[in-house]
C-alpha cells in the first residue's frame, strides 16, 4: 500500500467535514478518499483490478437481550467463540 500526503483546500475540506457529519457512521478521510478515486479513475475508463467492497454493518434482526453487549463484548464474544 502506498501512503500519499494531501493537501486540501478550505472549501473542498469544509465539504468533505460535512458530508463525514450527515452520516450515520462517519467514515474515516483515508475510505472516503479511496473511494472517491475509484469512482473519479472508473469513470474515466480505469476501473479497478478488484471488486470494491465498502465496510458494511447489517443490523441485526433482534436484540440479543442483553443491554451490556457495547461494554462486555470482549466477554460475550470469547462465550460465542467457545461454544
Not at 474515466?44 to 458494511?56: I, L, V
Amino acid at each position: 500500500m502506498k501512503r500519499a500526503t494531501v493537501t486540501l483546500p478550505d472549501d473542498l475540506n469544509g465539504l468533505l467535514e460535512t458530508y463525514r457529519r450527515t452520516q450515520e457512521v462517519p467514515s474515516a478521510l483515508t475510505s472516503i478518499v479511496q473511494a472517491a478515486l475509484r469512482e473519479y479513475l472508473a469513470r474515466r475508463g480505469f476501473p479497478s483490478d478488484h471488486a470494491f467492497q465498502p465496510f458494511r454493518i447489517t443490523p441485526a434482526t433482534e436484540d440479543s437481550g442483553a443491554s451490556d453487549v457495547s461494554v462486555n463484548h470482549d466477554k460475550y464474544f470469547a462465550e460465542s467463540a467457545d461454544s
